[in-house]
T-cell receptor, first 112, second 114 residues
Framework: SQTIHQWPATLVQPVGSPLSLECTVE??????LYWYRQAAGRGLQLLFY??????ISSEVPQNLSASRPQDRQFILSSKKLLLSDSGFYLC???????????FGPGTRLTVT | AQSVTQPDIHITVSEGASLELRCNYS??????LFWYVQSPGQGLQLLLK??????LVQGIKGFEAEFKRSQSSFNLRKPSVHWSDAAEYFC????????????FGDGTTLTVKP
């Protein structure tokens, strides 16, 4: 069966520090991968998606970037964090079934 | 482009009472429709989905949803709510050839009173 992992689970970082969040999927190949952010009490905002290795599409201009160095690995990064980057970051994958997405457990990021 | 509206930001029901969460979508054709549930501090879990066929679909945890084309709605229902159903619920729409992206509603928070 397929599983999706995210780490770390929680992170507290000072403003201006770098960021690296990792997402890995097991049990599937060539999935579409997605990064979402969920601000407190808000809905989901799609940040990036990827349909293959090295292929990244950005949905909104921001302080973040994404990379997909391997088929089942998706990384969210920042060179310098802002207070507004705080939130709950979710990674998701989509397999062969159209549009059906499966989410990881999320990373809670607090920028201080 | 498609859009999703969940009119109720917050709903409170008593344990054992019935539940209906509303979802309206905007799209020119029949889209793929989903309901997800999110417990506090966790990721989203797929409850059920509609692609085609029978307009009443059954999901996990005793939930069901009905697709009504004439009303552009996909409401989620449960006949008897349990305290463990307290969570946030998201309706989502998938449509078009856009890398499988879905559009999510803003969510409805469900509180269950004992």
């Amino acid at each position: 069966s397929q599983t999706i992992h995210q780490w770390p689970a929680t992170l507290v970082q000072p403003v201006g520090s770098p960021l690296s969040l990792e997402c890995t999927v097991e049990g599937t190949s060539n999935p579409n991968l997605y990064w979402y952010r969920q601000a407190a009490g808000r809905g989901l905002q799609l940040l990036f998606y990827s349909v293959g290795i090295g292929q990244i599409s950005s949905e909104v201009p921001q302080n973040l970037s994404a990379s997909r160095p391997q088929d089942r690995q998706f990384i969210l990064s920042s060179k310098k964090l802002l207070l507004s980057d705080s939130g709950f970051y979710l990674c998701a994958w989509k397999g062969d079934s159209a549009y059906e997405q499966y989410f990881g457990p999320g990373t809670r990021l607090t920028v201080t | 482009a498609q859009s999703v509206t969940q009119p109720d930001i917050h709903i409170t029901v008593s344990e054992g009472a019935s539940l209906e969460l509303r979802c309206n979508y905007s799209y020119g054709a029949t889209p793929y429709l989903f309901w997800y549930v999110q417990s506090p501090g966790q990721g989203l879990q797929l409850l059920l989905k509609y692609f085609s066929g029978d307009t009443l679909v059954q999901g996990i945890k005793g939930f069901e949803a009905e697709f009504k084309r004439s009303q552009s709605s996909f409401n989620l229902r449960k006949p008897s709510v349990h305290w463990s159903d307290a969570a946030e619920y998201f309706c989502a729409v998938g449509a078009g050839t856009n890398a499988g992206k879905s559009t999510f509603g803003d969510g409805t928070t469900l509180t269950v009173k004992p």
